[in-house]
């Protein structure tokens, strides 16, 4: 199944709380999923998490300034931190061959 048709679970839709680690599996999955055109290096990923993980924005694997979650918002090459300003990370650049 490709990535962007792998349904990406949303707290607020959920009927039943999840629990944190059956979610971090289920992220951990997704993220594996990605193809490598869109996926991040695993340096920058890594790096990215740990600074959400040190944001006061980070809550329950989420950043509460844009609803995403924090490990498949990093995972992408793409995006960037959200946070307004100053971001703490922003688009990893194309790989040169």
């Not at 289920?26 to 869109?38: A, F, G, I, N, Q």
């Not at 996926?39 to 844009?66: I, K, N, P």
Request: aromatic share 8%.
């Amino acid at each position: 199944m490709p990535y962007d048709a792998m349904p990406l679970l949303c707290r607020r839709c959920l009927d039943a709380r999840v629990p944190e680690g059956e979610l971090i599996a289920y992220l951990d999955h997704y993220v594996s999923e990605l193809p490598e055109t869109v996926r991040a290096s695993e340096e920058t990923y890594l790096s990215r998490l740990r600074q959400c993980a040190e944001c006061a924005h980070f809550r329950q694997a989420t950043c509460v300034l844009c609803g995403c979650y924090a490990q498949a918002r990093a995972a992408k090459r793409n995006q960037r931190c959200p946070l307004p300003g100053a971001p703490r990370w922003t688009e990893e650049p194309e790989p040169t061959e």
